[in-house]
């Protein structure tokens, strides 16, 4: 069996280049037809309007649109803004920059106050930051090459899903065996 897309990240320039050129749908339908499910968004510093029309493009071609709220510590944002960063989206990402800096008590209150779902992403050395409970999925980095297979046991061992890096470990993909994965970031089919 062939490892199973996931989910894939669009960084800002990314959403702010496609809103420019009018072809949002376009890579949307790319994302979909490569088999993708997700599309992270990283939303900072991107107008209502286009968060909103990016949004909308991922749900018109069957993807999930999940907000990336990337480097909420540089911010200074508490968790009812992380809540507002991602008012168009159908869940949330917070990642490891969150966990290295929010405490569990932070996570525990952005559950209560963010009815949708929460992705939870990580650096293979902090799975001790992981709350007991609240991440609706999880991912597990694994974008140092010579860590590879130690992060593919941590994911498996933590039910996640791998994540790969385009530049760094997605040529391994092959060796994932039936396991889902994500790519950072999307660089077209």
């Given at each position: 069996?062939?490892?199973?897309?996931?989910?894939?990240?669009?960084?800002?320039?990314?959403?702010?280049?496609?809103?420019?050129?009018?072809?949002?749908?376009?890579?949307?339908?790319?994302?979909?037809?490569?088999?993708?499910?997700?599309?992270?968004?990283?939303?900072?510093?991107?107008?209502?309007?286009?968060?909103?029309?990016?949004?909308?493009?991922?749900?018109?071609?069957?993807?999930?649109?999940?907000?990336?709220?990337?480097?909420?510590?540089?911010r200074g944002l508490r968790i009812d803004q992380l809540v507002a960063e991602a008012r168009h989206g159908d869940a949330i990402q917070v990642d490891?920059?969150?966990?290295?800096?929010?405490?569990?008590?932070?996570?525990?209150?952005?559950?209560?106050?963010?009815?949708?779902?929460?992705?939870?992403?990580?650096?293979?050395?902090?799975?001790?930051?992981?709350?007991?409970?609240?991440?609706?999925?999880?991912?597990?980095?694994?974008?140092?090459?010579?860590?590879?297979?130690?992060?593919?046991?941590?994911?498996?061992?933590?039910?996640?899903?791998?994540?790969?890096?385009?530049?760094?470990?997605?040529?391994?993909?092959?060796?994932?065996?039936?396991?889902?994965?994500?790519?950072?970031?999307?660089?077209?089919?």
């Open positions: 069996m062939q490892a199973a897309p996931n989910g894939t990240w669009l960084s800002q320039p990314q959403i702010w280049y496609y809103t420019s050129r009018q072809s949002l749908n376009g890579v949307m339908a790319d994302i979909r037809g490569s088999d993708f499910k997700v599309v992270f968004l990283d939303v900072r510093k991107v107008s209502e309007a286009m968060q909103q029309e990016a949004a909308q493009a991922a749900r018109r071609q069957g993807l999930l649109p999940v907000v990336w709220v990337q480097s909420p510590q540089y490891d920059h969150f966990f290295a800096n929010y405490s569990l008590e932070d996570f525990y209150l952005l559950r209560r106050l963010y009815p949708k779902p929460i992705f939870c992403s990580i650096q293979p050395f902090q799975a001790s930051l992981l709350p007991t409970a609240g991440c609706n999925q999880l991912d597990v980095q694994c974008y140092s090459a010579p860590q590879f297979q130690q992060c593919i046991k941590l994911a498996d061992r933590l039910g996640a899903v791998v994540s790969l890096s385009s530049e760094n470990t997605l040529k391994y993909r092959s060796q994932l065996g039936e396991r889902s994965f994500n790519t950072f970031l999307w660089q077209g089919p």
